[in-house]
Each structure stands twice: as C-alpha cells, then as structure tokens.
C-alpha cells in the first residue's frame, strides 16, 4: 500500500483484526456491527449493540483550517463526522431510533482551547436535533473530555453509540445471496438536509489524503500535525494549499473546505427504508474503512460480487489520486470513491429504494450485483480498468 503504508496506517487494519480475532464475534457474525443478548433488559427478543468510533485524522485537517482562517466552526463539521460513523454502522444493522451517544474528546490543552470543545459539543447537539426532525431520536449523554497533552498532539474526538434493537427488525446480511442487486447511495453533491456541496470524502482515508493533497508549507508551519518519524518524503508532498479554489458544480469551493466536508448520514433514507421495505433488505454495507473492499468482510463465503456501475467518483477523489499519483487499486482499497452505502436486495426491489433515496435528495443507482461462486471473490469495474480482490 506505498504511502499509506509508509505513514504509519493501514487500510485493511491487518494487525488490529488479528489482535482481536479471539473476541466473541457476536450473535450474527457477518452482521457489520458486533450483537449481543440483551444483558440490558434481559429479553429474548431483543439484542445490546455498542459501537465506538470517531472522526479519526480528519480533525487535524479541521485545526489547519481554524488556525489559517480562523474559522471555528469546522469543528462542528468534525462533531458530525464522529457521530456518523456510529451512526450510519449501526444503520447497517437495522438500528435507526432510540440511540444514545456519549463523546470522548481528548486533547492537548496548549493548543485546542476551549471554544473548540464548544464547537465541537454545541455541534453533536445541532445534529441530534436535526435528526430528530426525521424521526431518528439520538439521546446525548455527556461524556469523557481529557486534557491529555502528552498522549495527543492536538485533538482526538471520538464516541461510543448504544441501542436495545428487538430481533426480529435486525438485518445480518445472512440473506445476501446471488441474484441481489446491490443498490449504492452516493455521498457527494447536497441532499435536502444538507446545505452546501458533500465532497463525499467521508472520514477515512484522511491521512494519505492530507499528505497528498496538502503542501510542505503546513510541515514547516504545523509540525504538531504529523508524526516526528515519519520521512519528509511523505509528509504533505502536494501542491495545494487549504485556501486554494476550485470549480464544483458551478460553486468556487476551497479545497479544505472539500477535504472537511462532514460526513453524510444516510438515517433519513435508511429510517423510510427500514420502515416501509424490511423485508426486501438482504443486507447494508458501509464503505468506511476499506473503501469499495468493506464488503469483503460482511458478504457470505460463495458469491461474487460485481461492481461495474459505481458512481463516476467526485472531484476530491481525482484530486488526491493525482496528487500522491496512487493507483486505482489503491484508491479503492482505501476510499469510498464516492459510493458509501450499499445496499442488497432482489432486483425487482431496486426501484423502490432507489425513489427512497431520492426523495431526501441523495442519488442512488444500481452499482452491481451477486453472483454465485465456488469462492468469495470481488470485481470492481474502473475507468483504469478491471480489479479483482
């Protein structure tokens, strides 16, 4: 994986997945979160599920922004982000109601000052209540903030999100099976609760994009933001500078503002979905982690999946393909590319998620599909060419 690799982070989190590979992989294990009994309420009906996860390297590119700008409300944007990744995971599972989030914000107290926090804090609280108007009630329960200055060069933000879920309206992806189509939701453009452009980035992959993207000027500038260790050959190599514009759907739009666009929630679609078609939904993917390959670790053992219809990939993703001059393989392994959710269901189903999808503004398209196979296998049609996983 070249410079991903070589700075220090891996796509695939070969050593995490090993490290915890004796773990109980709960009651479903091809399920994209982990499920348990209900220890909670003691129901044989109902499952526990905790997820934790958060906005990850992206918040380093929110402090680059703050201090070259002055803008502090881009922490707002890394309060949503570090909420939509529990969130949209637990969407994948069935779960759209009834959450509870508690945050955990460490940072270096000599350079994150208290406005920050209260960015950070009154923007989980914004979107809460933003969700809220669609029916998807995420109860805020406070939290851990630690001055941790020694561990944490600026600030981590991060969360943990809980549901009771009854049973019978989880989905496992135990009914992903050949002849599904697979329904893709697009991350990018402005969906009706959205109010400016979606970059689509999402929250991973933000390191190599960061460097890639970004000129040593923020090197010689920040030091703070990367690590001491790593070689200066792969610390910010690019050309372009936070402020610098481009042209975006007509819209003059600064290229750290599409680096930080926060991460789209799919709850709306998902909350109308779930509702109105359970039972035509065999599966949900999340492409974070991994990219266009999550679905590897999620879909049974015997099929082929086809991807030969994602979504010609938004601009920020050329960006930083040209940038850090990254293959294809690569890019897939390690961005969504646009596509950030999916969906598997019988092809006479698709239509129907697709209107649902649209009436909340968010382009959806069938991107591929399932075929039987004597081995798990993945095929991705790009415009480089074919890529088999």
Not at 15 to 28: D, I, P, S, T
Not at 157 to 180: C, F, Y
Not at 283 to 304: A, F, N
Request: charged share 20%; with cysteine; net charge negative.
């Amino acid at each position: 994986m070249s410079l991903y690799n070589e700075r220090g982070v891996s796509a695939q989190k070969e050593e995490v997945h090993a490290a915890v590979r004796n773990l109980n992989a709960g009651l479903f294990p091809k399920a994209f979160c982990k499920m348990y009994p209900d220890f909670l309420g003691g129901a044989e009906d109902y499952v526990n599920i905790m997820h934790a996860d958060g906005a990850g390297t992206k918040s380093i590119l929110a402090y680059l922004y703050w201090k070259e700008t002055g803008d502090i409300s881009v922490w707002r944007g890394i309060a949503q982000d570090a909420i939509v990744m529990n969130l949209d995971d637990l969407l994948c599972v069935g779960v759209y109601d009834n959450l509870v989030f508690n945050s955990t914000i460490d940072r270096n107290k000599k350079r994150i000052p208290g406005e920050v926090l209260e960015q950070v804090i009154g923007g989980s609280q914004e979107f809460f209540e933003e969700m809220a108007a669609y029916g998807i009630h995420i109860h805020y329960l406070g939290g851990e903030t630690a001055d941790v200055g020694d561990v944490v060069r600026t600030i981590a933000v991060n969360g943990t999100m809980t549901s009771r879920w009854p049973k019978n309206k989880l989905i496992t992806n135990e009914k992903i099976q050949a002849g599904d189509v697979i329904v893709g939701l697009a991350g990018y453009g402005t969906c009706a609760y959205e109010n400016e452009y979606n970059s689509g980035l999402g929250s991973n992959g933000l390191t190599s994009a960061r460097h890639d993207v970004l000129s040593k000027y923020y090197a010689e500038k920040y030091p703070e933001t990367f690590e001491p260790s790593l070689s200066d050959n792969v610390v910010y190599i690019g050309a372009h500078k936070m402020t610098d514009r481009l042209s975006v759907d007509g819209n003059e739009i600064a290229i750290g503002k599409l680096l930080l666009s926060p991460t789209r929630t799919f709850a709306p679609v998902l909350k109308t979905l779930l509702e109105e078609n359970f039972e035509a939904i065999h599966g949900l993917i999340h492409c974070s982690g991994g990219g266009q390959t999550k679905c590897l670790k999620y879909v049974p053992e015997k099929v082929r999946i086809v991807k030969d219809n994602l979504f010609t990939p938004p601009v920020i993703f050329n960006i930083i393909q040209k940038a850090g001059n990254a293959p294809a393989r690569e890019m897939y392994q390690v961005f969504n590319m646009g596509c950030r959710l999916e969906i598997y269901t019988p092809e006479k189903n698709a239509e129907a998620v697709i209107r649902a999808a649209g009436q909340y503004g968010v382009e959806a398209r069938v991107i591929g599909r399932v075929e039987a196979s004597e081995q798990q296998e993945l095929v991705i049609q790009t415009q480089a060419g074919e890529l088999k996983f």
